[in-house]
């Protein structure tokens, strides 16, 4: 599931779409599942994100905080809450 949504994303990139906050949000949900092997590329995925103009809502932080604790990064949970408040 989360190979396959990483590939998605890539290939929208590829084909010159702009990822919307729901396709990075779905990318970064999946990360999430995928379980703590993911949370780099969770991370990395949020900052690509924000760097695009893309501003991230309420599901992009709450996959992102779920993917952050289930990788034990308790710090960066608590930062990207802190961000969504």
Known sequence: YTGTALGLLTEL????TKPTVITYSAA???????????TDTALEL???????G???DGMTYN????????????SHAQEKTREAI
Not at 13 to 16: V, Y
Not at 28 to 38: H, L, T, V
Not at 63 to 74: E, L, S
Request: with cysteine; hydrophobic share 25%.
């Open 13 to 16: 990139k590829k084909s010159d």
């Open 28 to 38: 970064i949900s999946a990360c999430e599942k995928g379980g703590g092997k993911y």
């Open 46 to 52: 949020l900052g690509e994100m924000k760097k695009s």
């Open 54 to 56: 893309t501003e991230p």
């Open 63 to 74: 996959a992102i905080v779920k993917a952050c604790f289930d990788g034990k990064r308790y």
